[in-house]
């Protein structure tokens, strides 16, 4: 179990504080879940709130695991961990570029999703790397079943926390884009800005970028969550 003392609240993809809670989900004990989530900061509760909607729409897609799953930019691992007690086989990837440039870490994502990994005995079912994710989906990778990619686009556009750390060239991303298309065997899940401040300023590849583009044939709502500044994010699945 990770100590309270050794996450800060504010996570940039959010982190549960305790392991127990995760655990609970390997039970399907979604009322230990729901008993704990008024406890929980903005940033954790838009967290647990998002991988609930993942678990629930794989569930009612058919998709339940063993699935191969790629979550890009996993950050402290919440969403690799949470799906890997389900029984995914997750490879979890992130530069830890969003703690460099933010400070909020007491110690490095990678290092909190590895411990949790250890905890939980997943071993066999999630692996992490620190790598940028352009870097490793140029690589040869056998295909995906399930792909996520939150809170992770609009960064490479201006870099993170409005500093120009992870910021890319819109030619790379969208050669990106489409490898995690190709990569994806059946669904995506695609969240980011689309009405903040900062997002106009930019091209942001919105969901019916992916269709226009060819990649994807069809969008789904599944539902909304907040982030910690009280933005209104809606988290999609995109199917072939």
């Given at each position: 179990?990770?100590?309270?003392?050794?996450?800060?609240?504010?996570?940039?993809?959010?982190?549960?504080?305790?392991?127990?809670?995760?655990?609970?989900?390997?039970?399907?004990?979604?009322?230990?879940?729901?008993?704990?989530?008024?406890?929980?900061?903005?940033?954790?509760?838009?967290?647990?709130?998002?991988?609930?909607?993942?678990?629930?729409?794989?569930?009612?897609?058919?998709?339940?695991?063993?699935?191969?799953?790629?979550?890009?930019?996993?950050?402290?691992?919440l969403?690799?961990?949470?799906?890997?007690?389900?029984?995914?086989?997750?490879?979890?990837?992130?530069d830890?570029?969003?703690?460099?440039?933010?400070?909020?870490?007491?110690?490095q994502p990678?290092?909190?999703?590895?411990?949790?990994?250890?905890?939980?005995q997943?071993?066999?079912?999630?692996?992490?790397?620190?790598?940028?994710?352009?870097?490793?989906?140029?690589?040869?990778?056998?295909?995906?079943?399930?792909?996520?990619?939150?809170?992770?686009?609009?960064?490479?556009?201006?870099?993170?926390?409005?500093?120009?750390?992870?910021?890319?060239?819109?030619?790379?991303?969208?050669?990106?884009?489409?490898?995690?298309?190709?990569?994806?065997?059946?669904?995506?899940?695609?969240?980011?800005?689309?009405?903040?401040?900062?997002?106009?300023?930019?091209?942001?590849?919105?969901?019916?970028?992916?269709?226009?583009?060819?990649?994807?044939?069809?969008?789904?709502?599944?539902?909304?969550?907040?982030?910690?500044?009280?933005?209104l994010?809606?988290?999609?699945?995109?199917?072939?």
């Open positions: 179990m990770f100590p309270m003392s050794s996450i800060h609240e504010k996570t940039y993809l959010p982190v549960w504080p305790d392991i127990r809670v995760l655990d609970a989900l390997r039970w399907g004990d979604y009322q230990s879940v729901a008993d704990a989530l008024p406890q929980a900061s903005t940033y954790e509760r838009a967290g647990i709130d998002r991988l609930l909607m993942i678990i629930n729409d794989l569930t009612e897609i058919g998709l339940r695991g063993p699935r191969r799953v790629l979550d890009i930019g996993c950050n402290s691992g969403f690799s961990l949470g799906l890997g007690l389900l029984d995914y086989h997750v490879t979890g990837i992130d830890n570029v969003a703690a460099q440039s933010q400070g909020w870490y007491p110690e990678l290092s909190l999703a590895e411990r949790g990994r250890l905890d939980l997943l071993a066999d079912r999630v692996v992490f790397e620190k790598v940028d994710a352009t870097t490793f989906l140029d690589r040869p990778q056998p295909p995906f079943d399930v792909c996520l990619l939150l809170s992770v686009v609009h960064q490479w556009f201006e870099g993170y926390a409005s500093t120009t750390l992870g910021a890319k060239p819109q030619a790379t991303i969208e050669r990106t884009l489409r490898r995690i298309a190709t990569l994806t065997g059946s669904v995506l899940y695609f969240e980011g800005p689309e009405h903040e401040t900062d997002a106009r300023k930019l091209t942001l590849p919105l969901p019916s970028w992916f269709v226009a583009a060819g990649l994807f044939s069809r969008v789904t709502p599944l539902g909304v969550s907040a982030t910690a500044l009280g933005d994010r809606t988290l999609y699945r995109l199917s072939l």
